[in-house]
């Protein structure tokens, strides 16, 4: 969720104690030289690795799973079938239909135990709006690397009129995702240790510079463990 707090409209006053006007600053004041406008040249997004080919898709391994896993289901006392397989660049979802009369609750409490009779790390079970089908996500067994440059081509990214256009990655379809950081204005990025925020973080840098020119990029990046900014 995102939380957009008040921002007053003047800006407050800096209080500068006992500096003499005629001290001098530290360093220059005008320290940064601008180009001029139109001269600046994204490079050119060949400078990364070219997506690779999409990998083949094991209908049978699907098949397999969709069984094993309505089978599962009417084992905790869970009836109904999958009606779709949606296999994804991460996880794979499988749209679970459940028998007149099932709760939904009843399949959500399943997650647990579905990660352990599936043999995965975790299993997700989310509502499908507008369908009467509630989808059970689950994580492949090899995931697929989304390249930058596969997203810097597409036509959500490319079509997008904000400078502040971000690269976010894929929907669990398949699908390129960007948002527009001026309509947010706050994002927190959140995640255990090695899950790749500063990657995303770094993408999304980087899908702003292919849009402005360094002169219209100006940021403060403050990293307390100076590690990655």
Same mark, same amino acid.
């Given at each position: ?25 530290? $360093?220059? /004041? ?11 040249? /994204?490079?050119?997004?060949?400078? $990364? ?30 009836? %109904? /079938? ?7 660049? #991460? ?10 009369? #099932? ?15 599936? %043999? ?27 390249? =930058?440059?596969?997203?810097?081509? /597409? ?5 997008? #009129?904000?400078?502040?256009? =971000? ?6 379809? %398949? ?11 706050? =994002? ?40 990655? =900014?």
């Amino acid at each position: 969720k995102l939380h957009s707090p008040g921002i007053p409209k003047q800006n407050p006053s800096i209080q500068n104690p006992g500096r003499p006007e005629s001290a001098s600053l530290p $360093f220059p /004041s005008e320290v940064i030289k601008l180009t001029r406008p139109g001269s600046y040249t /994204s490079p050119p997004v060949s400078l $990364f690795d070219s997506p690779k080919a999409a990998q083949k898709i094991d209908e049978r391994k699907l098949m397999t799973a969709a069984r094993l896993l309505g089978e599962k289901c009417q084992e905790f006392s869970v009836d %109904g /079938s999958v009606d779709q397989i949606h296999p994804g660049p #991460v996880v794979t979802t499988f749209e679970f239909k459940p028998n007149s009369g #099932v709760k939904y609750n009843k399949i959500a409490a399943l997650a647990d135990d579905l990660s352990l009779a599936m %043999g995965a790390e975790r299993v997700l079970i989310e509502r499908i709006p507008g369908k009467s089908t509630v989808g059970i996500q689950i994580p492949n067994a090899i995931r697929e690397q989304i390249p =930058l440059r596969e997203l810097l081509e /597409s036509d959500c990214y490319t079509r997008s #009129v904000s400078k502040l256009t =971000l690269v976010l990655g894929k929907t669990i379809h %398949g699908e390129p995702v960007t948002s527009d950081l001026a309509t947010m204005p706050h =994002l927190l990025i959140a995640g255990a240790t090695g899950t790749g925020k500063s990657v995303a973080l770094n993408c999304m840098l980087t899908s702003i510079l292919y849009r402005s020119s360094p002169d219209d990029v100006r940021l403060i990046l403050i990293d307390p463990k100076r590690l990655e =900014l």
